[in-house]
């Protein structure tokens, strides 16, 4: 056996050497290496960045433009007075309307009672009612020689009431036009409610009037 023993000696030696030169190379720190500066007028196409597009800004959607309409029916309350007097109070309430609502679709209807009124309200989503009645004062005491127009707003869908008044002979500017020449005085009188009527259904629906 004595004769081994130089051998491991000698095996045992370099393992030890070994494990000591790993050691040495792991503590050392090793250098980073430098960025070196692009060359002037030499192409680098892994030092080039592409901008990334820009997102185009969502376009607000347009808002559809809200539809109104109005229906303006008359009723004669007593059989006292003209069929014609219903008829010249409700043109002057449309002609009015024509003239400061470019924009708002208008219709008309004759002999339409209170109820009916309420109900073509309540057939459309949009259309506003306004329903005029006649009514004799047989005292005298109306605003037009005993007769008194009144006005009553249904809203659309729901036929409920969105307003009432009367409407008062109150004469229009200069640039209105007048009722027909032999008309009589009562019937300028209605003809200038009628218009009342129609600025005061405007300033109570908040409608802007044309420009």
Do not use: H
Not at 57 to 62: C, L, T, V
Not at 123 to 143: A, K, N, P, Q
Request: hydrophobic share 35%.
């Amino acid at each position: 056996m004595r004769r081994f023993l130089p051998s491991f000696s000698v095996a045992l030696v370099c393992v030890f050497l070994l494990s000591f030169a790993v050691l040495g190379q792991s503590g050392r720190k090793q250098k980073k290496a430098e960025v070196q500066p692009p060359v002037q007028g030499v192409n680098q196409p892994e030092a080039r960045t592409v901008a990334e597009p820009e997102a185009e800004p969502e376009k607000p959607k347009e808002q559809p433009k809200e539809k109104r309409s109005i229906l303006v029916g008359s009723f004669l309350a007593d059989l006292e007075l003209p069929m014609y007097f219903a008829d010249t109070a409700r043109e002057g309430c449309m002609r009015e309307l024509r003239d400061q609502l470019k924009y708002v679709e208008l219709q008309q209807e004759r002999n339409q009672t209170r109820s009916d009124a309420m109900k073509a309200a309540k057939d459309d989503d949009t259309r506003y009612v306004i329903w005029l009645e006649l009514v004799y004062d047989r005292y005298g005491t109306g605003s037009m020689n005993g007769v008194d127009l009144r006005y009553t707003i249904f809203e659309p869908k729901t036929g409920r009431i969105a307003g009432a008044g009367s409407g008062f002979p109150v004469q229009p500017n200069s640039g209105a036009p007048i009722p027909p020449i032999g008309a009589s005085r009562t019937q300028m009188y209605l003809d200038w409610a009628g218009r009342d009527v129609a600025q005061q259904v405007i300033k109570r629906l908040g409608l802007r009037p044309s420009i």
